[in-house]
């Protein structure tokens, strides 16, 4: 997942750009209401944040965050065979 890390700019930004929030939303194939849960989740899902850089032609960096990987991610690479990431002192992490 991805993290808004600057909402406040990122709503500037795209009113600078001409476009209200439920016109974005549009841009985005979403809604208002969909754009509105974006904001107060402050993440956004990892195709909708390139969509978002791609319209507005903002730097990536500036505004999002890759967050760290979720439990639901580990249980995935444990099914798959993949080894838990290990802390220092040799125990498995709990991101």
């Known amino acids: ?3 808004i890390k ?4 990122l709503k500037y930004e795209i ?16 809604t208002r209401g969909g ?7 402050a993440s956004i899902r990892p195709e909708k944040a390139k969509k978002v850089v791609e319209i507005l032609g903002i730097d990536f960096d500036k505004f999002f965050l890759v967050s760290e ?5 580990q249980t995935n690479n444990s099914l798959l065979g993949a080894e838990p990431e290990r802390s220092s002192q040799g125990k498995p992490s709990s991101a």
């Open 1 to 3: 997942m991805i993290k």
């Open 6 to 9: 600057n909402i406040s700019g």
């Open 35 to 41: 754009l509105a849960a974006i904001f107060r989740r």
């Open 15 to 30: 009113l600078k750009n001409g476009y209200s929030f439920a016109n974005f939303a549009r841009e985005l194939n979403s």
């Open 69 to 73: 990987c979720t439990k639901r991610t």
